[in-house]
């Protein structure tokens, strides 16, 4: 794929990353983009390690292959960089989001030495705060949009409203808490964005 972003989730079964690329897949679709959201099937067991991809361009996708050079990964249980070689294939100027409490500086050690941008985010504070449970979904869909500059922050809000309208069209309670949890993560995200550029000036 010459343009557009691949994107590659790792999550623990359960946790929602098929979820989070499929709807970040319809998403990116309703603000007029190609796309592609597809997990990667293996044993479909609760807290067994699952991988999941997203292709997204303005130009017609041809390629319909697994993602093995992805210029964003989306990690959503920090206990996976034991494990699981999560930076494998990152492009170098691509970067990575970690759902985690602890800080940037805390995590690189795990990541086999990668030199790209590294962003945090408690993806379970944040939902806790907002919805009064633990769901990273939003938190990390969120934080995947706002790193990434797929698509404009607010044209990606409307339509993500529309579609937990849409889903959660019972539940008005629902839809507010995600909708808080994703504006609480873009606010942390837009800071730490800032704070980089502000590094690389």
Known sequence: MNSGLEIRW?????????TAALLLADVAFQTGQYVQGFPEYGPERMG??????NRISKERIRVHSNIYEPGLVVVMDETLLHSVDVTAGLKPEGA????????????L??????????????????????LGKYFPNSPMLAAAAAVSKVMEKDAFIR?????????????????????????????????ALEQNMQKSA
């Open 48 to 53: 067994a390690p699952i991988t999941a991809y």
């Open 159 to 191: 339509q993500l409203r529309a579609s937990y309208e849409h889903k959660f069209a019972k539940k008005p309670e629902v839809i507010e808490g995600n909708m808080k949890a994703v504006r609480m993560t873009f606010d942390i995200l837009e800071a």
């Open 109 to 130: 050690p795990l990541l086999n030495g990668y030199r790209g941008n590294v962003y945090t985010i408690d993806a379970r504070k944040i939902s806790e705060e907002a």
């Open 10 to 18: 790792h999550g623990r079964g359960g946790q929602g990353a098929k």
């Open 96 to 107: 990575v989001i970690i759902n985690t409490s602890k800080s940037k500086e805390e995590i």
